[in-house]
């Protein structure tokens, strides 16, 4: 929103396309401290909703659609949807990351049946009941923390024997009478029929397995970048995320990336926001210096 934000000021003639609206992973995160300018810190709704009003006061045209392909032309390139072909100049890819699967028996079956990987989304179905957490960085603290507004309880399982979130995150969850820790574990099956009753733990360090029974599974275990549907047309590194140089250029002349599909050491909003600036900013140079 930040890259569409200056290329729309900058009246370049810019479509956004996104095939779920704006915000991206910002609309699922309940609570943002650490973005600038907001004292007491914003909901990831807000904010995702007053960018994308500040980004439309520029006429920025946001158009829901789901790019599958983009392709080199003799003048520009094309991006393909399933309802529509864009032909343009230069592109800037800001397609995000994912959550990471478990890929465990039983994960994908009960997914909405009491696997969740959106605390914000899923967390008031469970109300007064005991949820696991899988993971250990910033989002997983952040929205365990978040889960024991509803939960009776939430056991954070972690495959270490301590913690990857932020100190401050750390000192707020170990604080919290509702959360639980269960270290050096792996979880090896969700299990139940309709709905989520069990997850079958295994202890990395001495093997032990065991089961914990509980209502619900949030999942917070990292990030596939979202470059499926580029098909190998960018160079990524070994994760698949995209490499650019430090004004967002990937290897292709004309083709920009910035956010979380790019490599970079912190993907947070405010690192997102930085890179669209840069992205704008330079795909704008790169029409200059085509006339
Ligand atoms: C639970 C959680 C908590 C977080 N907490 C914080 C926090 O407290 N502070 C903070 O700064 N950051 C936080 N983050 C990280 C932050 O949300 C991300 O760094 C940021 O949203 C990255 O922005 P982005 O625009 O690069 O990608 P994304 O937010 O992933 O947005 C990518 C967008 O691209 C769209 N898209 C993907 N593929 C296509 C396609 N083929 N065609 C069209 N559209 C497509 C998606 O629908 C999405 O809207 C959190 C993330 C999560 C998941």
Request: aromatic share 8%; proline share 3%.
């Amino acid at each position: 929103m930040t890259a569409g934000l200056y290329a729309s000021r900058a009246k370049l003639d810019t479509i956004l396309l996104d095939s779920v609206g704006c915000g991206g992973q910002s609309v699922i995160t309940d609570w943002i401290d650490n973005y600038p300018g907001f004292p007491e810190g914003s909901s990831g709704y807000d904010l995702a909703a007053n960018m994308e009003k500040q980004a439309r006061r520029f006429n920025l045209a946001v158009v829901l659609e789901e790019a599958t392909s983009i392709e080199r032309q003799p003048d520009g390139f094309t991006v393909s949807t399933p309802a529509n072909t864009y032909h343009t100049k230069t592109v800037i890819i800001a397609a995000g990351a994912t959550h990471k699967k478990m890929d465990v028996p039983g994960e994908l079956d009960l997914t909405g049946k009491g696997v969740s990987y959106c605390a914000t989304c899923d967390g008031p179905f469970f109300r007064d009941k005991e949820v696991a957490l899988v993971g250990g960085g910033d989002s997983a603290i952040q929205e365990a923390i978040f889960l024991t507004r509803f939960v009776k309880s939430v056991t954070v399982i972690h495959r270490r024997d301590s913690l990857r979130a932020a100190k401050i995150l750390q000192d707020k969850a170990f604080a919290n009478p509702k959360i639980k820790f269960i270290w050096d574990s792996v979880v090896t099956a969700v299990r139940g029929n309709d709905q989520a009753t069990a997850v079958a733990l295994k202890n990395v360090r001495t093997d032990a397995v065991s089961e914990l029974p509980v209502s619900g599974i949030f999942v917070f275990i990292g990030l596939v970048p979202n470059t499926a549907f580029l098909s190998g047309l960018v160079a990524c590194d070994k994760q698949g995320y995209i490499v650019t140089d430090d004004a967002m250029a990937t290897a292709i002349p004309g083709i920009f990336a910035c956010g979380d599909i790019r490599v970079k050491l912190l993907r947070q909003v405010v690192t997102a926001a930085g890179d669209g600036a840069t992205a704008a900013v330079a795909a704008q140079h790169y029409l200059e210096s085509l006339s």
